[in-house]
């Protein structure tokens, strides 16, 4: 029991050790990458609040996906919702007292499970069904479904089929934050998950999935389109310019 539990304390400090600095590192090259042409996809709003509208909308909507591929876009539309409703119901292992909002969401967050699964089912069903996308399918892609769909079915499978001590879970959790480390459950399907769920913060920062951050860096998105009325720059072409 003790070799499991500073295990899995050790492994978790270190998943999120890679996945902060992985993303710190990822999101400083996207700012520092330069941008020297106006090339927003059109039609492009004129202004910058319109921008921000856009972004919203691309964030929240998945905007251009839905105009390219109605398909892909419920799949990936339910994925991105599902999780985002599993990550806020599986908040309340890592806070104490559980906020008001946290704890009307936790029954949603099941249903959010569910249409994670099912999401995923589809996304990697297109990758065998459709001869273009199976064509650019990579191993890689391939694993990364296989372990999003595992960490979902094993969490699912957790809820309601072989139930585990949550309340442990949280005591090791919020054990972490002060470097007092509580005895972890030595159940064999919730080690699985949280061994997926490790593996998944330690290559997120160097996957495909890390798409999120370089949206609001993307010059087809967050540029203005106003060629016309203002000469576009890059800081780094000023130099020459004034030079």
């Excluded at 699964?117 to 479904?145: C, E, M, N, P, Q």
Aim: aromatic share 16%; hydrophobic share 55%.
């Amino acid at each position: 029991m003790a070799f499991l539990t500073n295990f899995y304390a050790f492994l978790f400090y270190f998943a999120a050790f890679v996945l902060v600095a992985g993303l710190a590192r990822k999101i400083i090259q996207y700012a520092l990458t330069p941008a020297p042409l106006k090339i927003p996809t059109t039609p492009a709003p004129t202004t910058g609040r319109g921008v921000v509208l856009r972004m919203m909308r691309e964030v929240v909507l998945f905007e251009s996906l839905f105009r390219g591929n109605k398909w892909t876009w419920i799949f990936g539309w339910m994925f991105h919702f599902g999780l985002f409703l599993v990550t806020l119901r599986h908040l309340r292992y890592f806070i104490e007292p559980v906020w008001f909002p946290i704890q009307l969401v936790q029954p949603f967050g099941i249903y959010g499970g569910i249409a994670m699964v099912v999401g995923l089912a589809g996304l990697w069903a297109r990758r065998f069904l459709v001869d273009r996308v199976k064509y650019i399918t990579s191993t890689s892609d391939h694993l990364i479904l296989g372990l999003l769909v595992a960490i979902g079915c094993t969490g699912l499978l957790m809820k309601f089929v072989f139930h585990v001590d949550v309340v442990e879970i949280k005591h090791f959790f919020l054990g972490l934050y002060s470097y007092e480390l509580e005895p972890l459950p030595a159940d064999p399907l919730l080690l699985l998950h949280l061994l997926l769920v490790a593996l998944l913060m330690i290559i997120f920062p160097y996957s495909k999935l890390l798409h999120m951050p370089g949206l609001f860096f993307s010059p087809t998105r967050n540029q203005v389109d106003n060629p016309r009325e203002q000469r576009h720059i890059a800081p780094w072409a000023r130099k020459f310019e004034q030079s």
